[in-house]
C-alpha cells in the first residue's frame, strides 16, 4: 500500500503544474452553462485568467492559420464567416478579464494585465498581418457585389477588409515589424497609465480630522465618509475619495472654503505632481507613439486616422462642432460667473469665485433664483427607487420588457447585481448586471460593457453590464443620489438597451463608431424627466410620497441652469483630446502643462473658474480608454441624440409604437450599416443642430439658429 502511494505521489510530483491546473477545470476554458453563459464567478481564480486567455490566443491563431491555408478558394463561408466563428475561447475569456480588472483589480489583476497588453497587441497583428488571409479577404471583396450577398454580409466584409488596410496589411515587411513594434509598446503604456492613475487617485483622497470642517455634508455623505476612514485603518476620521473628474461631489455642500480648495487641487494635482504615478511622461510618450503610427498607415496625424473611420470623416468636421459651442458656451459660464459673485458677495465673502467654489455657489445661486437647491432634490432620489421605477420603468413603457433579479447569477463583488430581462413576448432577452458604487479598485467614471455579446451567428445572448461610482452610503442608510447621478444611470443604461436590443449576425458588426455610439446612452438620459417616468420614481424614500408639484416645477425651470459651466468645462477637455491627437509624427509637445494651457486659451475656453472635466494628466478616456482624438463624439451623439428625441415629440412622445420603431431601425441594428445611412432612414433627413442648442439653452446670442446643419 505504501510502495503504491509512493509511486502515485512520484507521478503526480512529475505532472506539469499547468497540466494540473487544467485538470482543475479552468472554468474559463469552457462555456459556462449558466443562462446567458454568465461567468461561474463563484468559480473562476486569478490564477485562472492568464492560462485560458493564452490558450484562447494559441487556438484562434490556428483557426486563422486554417483560413488562410485552405486550398479552397476563397468564399463568405469559407473565410469570413469562419473568421467570425474563430476565437471563441479568447473573446469569452478576455472579456470576463477586462471587465473583473477594470470594476475591482487588485496586484495579481493588474500584473497580468501588464503581462497580457503587449502579447495581445501582438496577437492582432498576427491576425490583421497575416499576409494570405488578407488575400483571400481582398478576393471576396473584389468580388463582393457578384456574390449574391445580403445587405449585412456584404457590409461585413466591407468593414473586414478595412479592418485589415487599417491594421497595417498594406505595409512591406519592415514597416509590419515596425507597427508591431509600436502596437506592443502602446498597450504596454496604456496599462501603465491606468495603474499609475488609479494608484494616484486613491492616494489622493483627502482625510478629515475633525467633522466640524465637514459642515454642509449630508448625514449620509458623513457616514460614509467615516466608513471608507475605517476601512483605511483611519479609525476617528473621515476619508473623502476622489472620482475621475475634476470637481468632486463634496464641493456642492462643503462649507469650509480651505477644504475645497485642499480637495480640488488634490483632485486637479492627480498624474502631475512628480512621483512614481505622475502621468506625464507617459501620455507624452503615447501621443508619439500614436502620431508615429498614423504616419506609417498614411495618415497626417493620429486624429486623422481615427476619424476616418467614425461618422464625423475628418478631424475638421469634429472641431467645427466643438468650435462654434465656444462663444455661447463661454458667454453663458461668464453670466453664471457673474451671478454667483453677486451670491458671494451678497454675503460678505470678500473673495472672488474659484472653480473650487463654483458648485457649492451655484447651489446657492439656484436656491437664491429658484427656490431650489439639491438638498431638497436628493430625499426623492433614492437609488433602488431611481432604478427600478425610473429606469426599468421607461424601458418598460418603451420597448414592454421587464426585468427579474436573481440572485442566483454570481458575481465577482457583493456590490454587484444581476437581473434577467425578458422580451415584450415573455422570452428572455439578457441578463443586466449593475455595479454602481465607489471603491478604490473600480476604474473612475460610468461605463457600459458586456460580458458576452449577441450574434445569430454564434447563438449568443447578451450579457451587459453598467458601472458607476456612484457614493456608497453607510450600512442601514439609503443611497440617495443627484440628479446629475440620475442623468448618469439613464445615460448608462441607453448603452446597455443598445447592447441588449442589438440582434446581428456576426459578431464584428456588433460594434459601431464612437461619435454613434453615444446616441443610444445620450437619448436615453431624456426620459429621466418624462413626466410619468419622473412621477413613478421621484418619491420621498421615508414615506414613499411623491415630490411635490411645486418643487417638479421648480426643477423643470432649472432645465438650462449651470449649462454654461458644463458645456465650457466638457469642450475644454474635447478640444484638449484633439490637439494632443493632432500633432504630426516628430512634434509631440513634451511639456504637458504648457501644451494644456497654451491650448486652452488658444481655443478660448480659458476661463479660470471653469477647469477642463479632465486634464490631460487624468483623461483615462484618451489614454486608457477608446476616446483618443474621440472625446468629441459625445457632443456629436448629443446632436443626434437630440435631434432624434424632436421626432419623438412630434410624433406623439413615450409610446410603444415609437419606441419599437426606436428599436428596429437603431438600437437593434448595431454595426451593421453605415450609420449615417441608418441615421437618415429613421429621422427622414441629416441630423440638425438646433435641438442640441435648444436643450442646453446656447441659442441666444450665439449665431446658431435653431435648425443649423450639423457638422457633415
Known amino acids: 500500500m505504501r510502495k503504491t502511494f509512493r509511486f502515485l505521489l512520484t507521478v503526480l510530483l512529475a505532472v506539469p503544474a499547468a497540466l494540473i491546473a487544467a485538470e482543475r477545470a479552468n472554468p474559463l476554458l469552457s462555456k459556462s452553462s449558466l443562462p446567458f453563459q454568465a461567468p461561474p464567478f463563484d468559480k473562476i481564480q486569478v490564477s485562472d485568467y492568464q492560462p485560458a486567455i493564452e490558450e484562447g490566443m494559441k487556438q484562434q491563431l490556428a483557426e486563422m492559420a486554417a483560413i488562410a491555408d485552405n486550398p479552397e478558394p476563397p468564399t463568405f463561408a469559407n473565410t469570413i464567416e469562419a473568421m467570425e466563428r474563430s476565437g471563441e475561447l479568447f473573446t469569452r475569456a478576455y472579456k470576463v478579464f477586462y471587465n473583473v480588472e477594470l470594476s475591482d483589480t487588485n496586484e495579481a489583476l493588474q500584473k497580468i494585465k501588464a503581462v497580457l497588453a503587449p502579447k495581445i497587441a501582438a496577437h492582432n497583428d498576427a491576425i490583421y498581418m497575416n499576409p494570405k488571409l488578407y488575400a483571400r479577404v481582398q478576393a471576396i471583396y473584389d468580388e463582393r ?107 456642492a455642500s462643503l462649507e469650509n472654503r480651505a477644504l475645497r480648495q485642499r480637495i480640488l487641487a488634490a483632485s486637479m494635482a492627480r498624474g502631475d505632481h512628480g512621483g512614481p504615478d505622475d502621468t506625464r511622461a507617459t501620455v507624452v510618450k503615447m501621443a508619439a507613439l500614436r502620431a508615429e503610427k498614423a504616419k506609417l498607415l498614411g495618415f497626417a496625424t493620429w486624429a486623422d486616422y481615427v476619424l476616418d473611420d467614425q461618422m464625423a470623416k475628418t478631424p475638421a468636421n469634429a472641431e467645427q462642432l466643438l468650435t462654434r459651442l465656444v462663444p455661447p458656451a463661454t458667454a453663458k459660464a461668464r453670466g453664471e460667473a457673474a451671478a454667483i459673485q453677486k451670491q458671494i458677495d451678497a454675503a460678505k465673502g470678500g473673495f472672488q469665485v474659484t472653480a473650487a467654489d463654483w458648485d457649492l455657489y451655484s447651489e446657492k445661486v439656484r436656491k437664491a433664483e429658484y427656490d431650489l437647491d439639491e438638498s431638497e432634490i436628493r430625499p426623492y432620489l433614492d437609488l433602488d427607487r431611481v432604478l427600478q421605477d425610473g429606469v426599468f420603468f421607461a424601458a418598460n413603457k418603451m420597448y414592454g420588457i421587464t426585468f427579474k433579479e436573481r440572485k442566483d447569477i454570481p458575481v465577482y463583488h457583493p456590490d454587484v447585481r444581476v437581473w ?245 431601425m437603431i438600437l437593434s441594428q448595431g454595426g451593421s450599416e453605415d450609420v449615417a445611412a441608418m441615421y437618415r432612414a429613421f429621422r427622414g433627413r441629416d441630423p440638425e443642430i438646433g435641438p442640441f442648442l435648444e436643450e442646453r439653452g446656447l441659442t441666444g446670442g450665439s449665431g446658431l439658429p435653431p435648425g443649423a446643419k450639423a457638422a457633415p
Open 420 to 664: 434577467e430581462v425578458f422580451d415584450a413576448d415573455g422570452r428572455p432577452l439578457a441578463l443586466y448586471y449593475g455595479d454602481f458604487f465607489l471603491r478604490p479598485s473600480k476604474g473612475g467614471g460610468a461605463w457600459c460593457d458586456s460580458f458576452v455579446d449577441q450574434s445569430r451567428l454564434l447563438g449568443w445572448k447578451p450579457a451587459v453590464t453598467n458601472n458607476t461610482n456612484f457614493t456608497k452610503p453607510a450600512a442601514g442608510e439609503p443611497a440617495l443620489i443627484s440628479s446629475t447621478n440620475v442623468e448618469t444611470l439613464f445615460h448608462e443604461f441607453g448603452h446597455a438597451l443598445h447592447g441588449m436590443f442589438q440582434n446581428v449576425e456576426y459578431p464584428t458588426l456588433g460594434s459601431t463608431p464612437r461619435d454613434f455610439v453615444e446616441f443610444p446612452s445620450s437619448f436615453n438620459e431624456h426620459w429621466a424627466y418624462e413626466p410619468t417616468v419622473f412621477a413613478n420614481y421621484a418619491k420621498h424614500y421615508k414615506t414613499g410620497e411623491p415630490m411635490p408639484a411645486a418643487l417638479v416645477e421648480k426643477i423643470k425651470k432649472t432645465k438650462t441652469f449651470n449649462q454654461g459651466y458644463i458645456t465650457t468645462e466638457y469642450l475644454a477637455s474635447a478640444l484638449l483630446d484633439m490637439a494632443w491627437h493632432s500633432q504630426p509624427a516628430g512634434a509631440t509637445p513634451q511639456d504637458v502643462d504648457a501644451f494644456e494651457k497654451s491650448t486652452i486659451e488658444a481655443r478660448k475656453v480659458n476661463l479660470p473658474e471653469v477647469p477642463p472635466r479632465y486634464r490631460t494628466t487624468y483623461f483615462s478616456h484618451v489614454w486608457d480608454g477608446a476616446y483618443a482624438a474621440g472625446y468629441y463624439a459625445y457632443y456629436w451623439s448629443e446632436v443626434l441624440s437630440n435631434d432624434a428625441f424632436s421626432w419623438f415629440t412630434e410624433n406623439g412622445g413615450m409610446t410603444r409604437k415609437n419606441g419599437d420603431r426606436f428599436r428596429a
Open 145 to 251: 457585389e457578384a456574390l449574391g450577398l445580403d445587405a449585412e454580409a456584404k457590409y461585413l466584409v466591407e468593414r473586414e477588409r478595412l479592418f485589415f488596410v487599417r491594421s497595417g496589411a498594406n505595409l512591406g515587411p519592415a514597416d509590419k515589424a515596425k507597427l508591431s513594434k509600436l502596437n506592443a509598446e502602446l498597450a504596454a503604456l496604456s496599462t501603465q497609465y491606468a495603474d499609475k492613475l488609479l494608484a494616484d487617485t486613491n492616494a489622493a483622497a483627502v482625510v478629515v480630522d475633525r467633522k466640524g470642517d465637514l459642515a454642509g455634508l449630508s448625514d449620509g455623505d458623513l457616514a460614509a465618509a467615516a466608513a471608507a476612514a475605517r476601512e483605511k485603518k483611519l479609525d476617528g476620521k473621515w476619508l473623502l475619495r476622489m472620482q475621475n473628474t475634476t470637481q468632486q461631489p463634496p464641493l
